[in-house]
T-cell receptor, first 114, second 114 residues
Framework: AQSVTQLDSQVPVFEEAPVELRCNYS??????LFWYVQYPNQGLQLLLK??????LVKGINGFEAEFNKSQTSFHLRKPSVHISDTAEYFC????????????FGAGTRLAVHP | DAEITQSPRHKITETGRQVTLACHQT?????MFWYRQDLGHGLRLIHY???????NKGEVSDGYSVSRSNTEDLPLTLESAASSQTSVYFC?????????????FGPGTRLTVL
């Protein structure tokens, strides 16, 4: 069975500092990987997704993620965060067993402080 | 602009009552999903539909039902509300159903069962 583990439930960081949000997945088949962001009192929106090809994926708002098959990881990074990046971030995997069903991690709350 | 809406945004009900949460999308998407979001669990799939008259159970379907009579709507019914169903509910839709498809989320419904 597929699963997604987000290694940090909360990540506090100061404005303009770099940040990495960690995500590991388990799957015995090829996967598609997603990062979604949830701003306060809103639904989720897609940040980026990995389908195939280059292991470095660029998304919206300056975020990027690197797919590492050997370490089964898909960590999200941003070189310089803003207050407006304060949100909850979810990693998700989609693979086999019924198309377009997403398995989500528990989420990481990013808190950016001035 | 196409969108996905949910109503009501907030609902308080009593144990044992039947509750229906509405989801309406104007994307003309074939696929629709219902998730619940609970602290520490991320989003978990309740039910999903790949088209009119098609419905399928997700990982946490007990106590919930859906029906799909048209493309735009997928209402979620709690047959007899329980306190364990207090949660935030998100509806989502996607167009093609492929593994790489992006899901678009509604703003959520916060349900409290007393």
């Amino acid at each position: 069975a597929q699963s997604v583990t987000q290694l940090d439930s909360q990540v506090p960081v100061f404005e303009e500092a770099p940040v990495e949000l960690r995500c590991n997945y388990s799957s015995s088949v090829s996967v598609y990987l997603f990062w979604y962001v949830q701003y306060p009192n809103q639904g989720l929106q897609l940040l980026l997704k990995y389908l195939s090809g280059s292991t470095l994926v660029k998304g919206i708002n300056g975020f990027e993620a690197e797919f590492n098959k050997s370490q089964t990881s898909f960590h999200l990074r941003k070189p310089s965060v803003h207050i407006s990046d304060t949100a909850e971030y979810f990693c998700a995997v989609s693979s086999g067993g019924g198309y377009n069903k997403l398995i989500f991690g528990a989420g990481t709350r990013l808190a950016v402080h001035p | 602009d196409a969108e996905i809406t949910q109503s009501p945004r907030h609902k308080i009900t009593e144990t044992g009552r039947q509750v229906t949460l509405a989801c309406h999308q104007t994307w003309n998407h074939n696929n629709m999903f219902w998730y619940r979001q609970d602290l520490g669990h991320g989003l978990r799939l309740i039910h999903y539909s790949y088209g009119v008259q098609d419905t399928n159970k997700g990982e946490v379907s007990d106590g919930y039902s859906v029906s799909r009579s048209n493309t735009e709507d997928l209402p979620l019914t709690l047959e007899s509300a329980a306190s364990s169903q207090t949660s935030v509910y998100f509806c989502a839709s996607s167009s093609q159903g492929g593994l790489a498809d992006t899901q678009y989320f509604g703003p959520g419904t916060r349900l409290t069962v007393l």
